[in-house]
Structure formats: C-alpha cells, structure tokens
C-alpha cells in the first residue's frame, strides 16, 4: 500500500509552472510576466495560451472565434443550456449562478462539450486509419454499428446542419479549410450519408476537424470549448430577468403528463 | 396544437379551481403528499419513495437514514467541503458555495463518480471474489475517452490511505447490521481480500455504493443521491467560514512554488537600455 506518504509530501507544497500571483508586485502566466510579456495580445489568444502554452497565429486564433461565434453560441433560450439560464432569471436568480450552472450542463452528450470531445477523438482515429491505409468505409461503419452513433455526425432535432457553410466559409478566407481532418471529415460524411443511416455532418464535426487540422490534442479541444456558450447563454438570462418574474414558459398543472401509479395511502 | 407536456411517473398535480398554476393536491407516486404523507413518514422514507417510487421496508428507510448520516458531513479537510468553504470566505452566495460542494464532490477521487464506479463493479461482480480481484488489482475506466479525468486508484477504496480508517469501519459494522444478507455483508467479510487486490484500504465511497447496491439504487440513482446527501457538511461549514472571514482560512501563503519564475527583473518596463 502506498499510504500518506504522498499526502505528507505535499502539504503546504505545491509546485507549479502555471503560474502564480506576486500581490502588488507582478503576475506570471505561464512563465511570462503577465504585464510585459503578454499585455499586448488579444484575449483569446491569451486564453488559447493559458489551455495550450502555445501562442498561435492570428489566423488561427480567428479561425477559432468563428467556430465560438458562429456554432456554440445560439442566443436561443428554448436551448437546454441556455434554458436554465433563462430559468434562472425568470427565478430572479443571479447572472453567475446562471451561466456556470449552464456551462455545466453543457458538458452534455447529445450536444456541447462532450459530443465535440467525443467527435475530436472520433476524427483523430478515423485519420489515424487512413495514414495506416486502412478501410475507412469499414471503420466508419464499425463504429456506427458499435456505438449506434457517431461523434460529429447527426444531429437531434433537426437532420442537416445550418453552421457548417458559414463556418466553412469563414476558414477558407483565412486559408484554413484544406487541412487532412477538415478533407476527411467530408469524405466520412460522405459515407454515411450514402449508407442506409443517411447522417450528415454537425458542427461538432466540422469543428473538431478544423480544430484538429491547427494542432490541438483532443484534451485541448475540450478545455478550449468549455465556456464557449457562455455567449449564447448570458444574452438569455439578461433577456429573461428584464422579463416579468416567472412568466419564462410557465406550466399549468395540465403540462404534466402523469405516467405512474394511481392514488394509494400510506 | 397539441400541448407538449413532460411526462413523468414521480409527480402528478390537482390544480386549484380557481388557478391552473397552481397545485391543490400533489402525488408522489400515488401518495398525496401533502394531505397523506406529511406528518407521517419520515425524510428518508420519503427519498426512498422519490428515488424508488414505492414505500421502502423498515429496514431500506432505517439503511438510508443510516447513509444520509455518515456522509451528512464528510468534514472540513474534504475536497468537496473545502470548495463550499471557498465560496463562503469570499462572501460568495449560498448556491455557489454548494455548487462548489458538488464540483469537487462529484469526482473519481473520493466523490460521486467514484461511488458510480463502484455501483458498476458490483453489477459487473457480484457476489464472485475472483472477478473482484481481478478488476481491482488492475482497475481500467470503462470508457476510454470521456470528458471525466483517467483514474488512477480502484474506486471504493483509499489511495493515500495506511489502513481502513475507523469511522468507515464503524459504517460498514453499523450498515451490515441493518442489511445482514448482501453486498454490506459481502464487503465485511471479504474486506481484507478486496483491500489486498486493491491495493489500499477501504474508503467510504466503498461502503456506501454497498449499501446503495443493497437498496437496489441504480448507478446513476446512486451518484446523484450521494452528491445530494453530502450536502450538510458544505452547507454548514461554508456558513461557518463566511462568519469567521477569510483571515482566518488558510491561503497557503508559502506553500506554492513557481518552478518558472521569470523573476522580478522581466517585470521592469521594456527602455531604450534594453532594447
């Protein structure tokens, strides 16, 4: 047995290169001081940093806004993430309790975090196929059969996927629509949609496979989509709170359709 | 047009004559809950009923009122708690601070996901020693990609731990004395076998998905309701710490160090000297 010998250790002990606060003096990230080092970029590229420790290029760094601006983030408060903001504010609740409860929730498997973590991952092996010259048709379709879906491809509650052109669009004028993912991503689509199942790509899809084509791991991918809603999220609340309190979709006591067992006593 | 409803076999409501909003009689599971159960059953009979949708036997309620008890707290040191206690010292409000409870408690490494773990290895064993110390001396996650981190212990049991800690001990004897006939009682005799082949002592998560198995709960049902139960201890101590003020919390003030410090010297503003 191991035992707390690793506890002991590291009691009062952190170490660390992510960084650290010298309070009222200076700040390190990463192992830049945040003042010289890096008060002269963006935001965004300050935030790809902090998750990758590389600093990529504008291109890139826009490339990466347009999959946030353009696929994750629907102003949409009939959305499920997005509901519970509005929910939330309908409750006169607060705008940080709000988003970070519908920022969790968007690590769902039908759609948000963990269907574009699943679909990077699914993207990632089918490229791995195809440079070890394999049949890729076969692998596609093994795993459809496998897993009774595929990350990145279908989509509940509609069958074709509006963000995919204008993504698309946005990556070709910054030259980064042509990488081997992005090309195998259609080729994938292809064949399904071809096979009895007829399922066409999702943003999840053209996503991880953009995403993939500039370098990030699949642990990368997901970190950097986390808050990625947030922009789609926020508006809602901000919308539902300036409305009458409670008046977001209310439910009659008829909304409910009642499926169990009939009235007993204790 | 068709209404769309949700649909549920939990809860069914009466409206008041005069209010469709609102509820004149509520059920759970056929119990009107408000002219039949209140005043008669006791908390934890009521989550059995919310959970199972049937009225538990004596022995299920008193099993969940003993669970609810020994994981009510789990203590100011606990990583869940210290999240809660986080929210408090910095004035945060009280959802955060549970919010902050559930973060940290919901994880492989002595919360929630972990006790989901451990629900799985007893679907997958049973009752069969040989399956239990082949899947805990070499514990593999059952997917390979998940947004959750890898493991890095056999769930149920202790990583850091020396040997199995008394207050665990005293909930598996007090919870196999109120189930005497199945995984509890399993988990008691075989403990020190299921120890070696993990290679660590037993931790609470351990016992309590034991009990949870013995209630019957699934492994979702049994994730959710032990971030649910762990809930006091947050709640109490996120208070307490509020009141005191963060002078009094640790900030681990010498305790982190920068391995990559580029020192005082690169913070100075770049001149023509420099350049």
Known sequence: ?266 | MQKEKITTKIWFEEEEPNNPFAAKRSYCSGYDVYGDLLGKISWSEYIYLLFKLEKPQPWQAELLEAIAIAIANPGPRDLSVRGAMNGGVGGSTAASCLMAALAPGAGKNGGAREVYQVMRLWQQCQFDLSTWQQKLSNYQDEEEVEVWPASEHSPGFDPYGASCATPVLQTLNHLATICPDGSLAYLSTHREQLEQAADCPLAMTGVIAAAFTDLELTDEQAEMLFLLLRLPGAAVHSLEQKKLGWRKYPFFGEGLTLTNDPGPASSQPITEASL
């Open chain 1, 1 to 266: 047995m191991k035992g707390p010998g690793t506890l002991i250790k590291a009691e009062d002990n952190w170490h660390t290169d992510i960084g650290a606060a010298f309070v009222g003096e200076r700040v390190v990230f990463r192992g830049k001081d945040l003042f010289t080092e890096l008060n002269d970029i963006s935001w965004f590229k300050h935030f790809i940093f902090g998750i990758t420790n590389k600093m990529f290029s504008d291109n890139e760094i826009k490339l990466m806004e347009k999959i946030w601006s353009l696929t994750m983030s629907y102003p949409d408060p009939r959305i499920w993430n997005n509901r519970i903001a509005a929910l939330s504010a309908s409750a006169k609740s607060t705008g940080a309790l709000a988003i970070a409860a519908s920022t969790a929730c968007s690590e769902a498997n039908v759609y948000g975090t963990n269907a574009g973590f699943l679909a990077i991952d699914f993207i990632k092996r089918a490229q791995s196929i195809v440079d070890k010259n394999k049949d890729l048709a076969k692998f596609v379709l093994n795993e459809l059969k496998t897993n009774r879906s595929i990350p990145g491809f279908g989509r509940p509650v509609a069958n074709s996927d509006e963000r995919i052109t204008p993504l698309l669009n946005e990556a070709k004028k910054l030259g980064l629509a042509n990488g081997p993912h992005t090309q195998l991503t259609f080729e994938i689509e292809k064949i399904l949609y071809e096979s009895r199942y007829k399922l066409r790509m999702n943003a999840a899809g053209i996503n991880s496979a953009l995403i993939a084509d500039i370098g990030f791991t699949t642990r990368e991918q997901y970190y950097g989509i986390i808050i990625a809603f947030s922009s789609g999220i926020l508006p809602c609340f901000i919308d539902a709170v300036s409305h009458e309190e409670g008046t977001f979709f209310p439910l009659p006591c008829s909304r409910l359709s009642y499926k169990g067992r009939g009235d007993r006593n204790w």
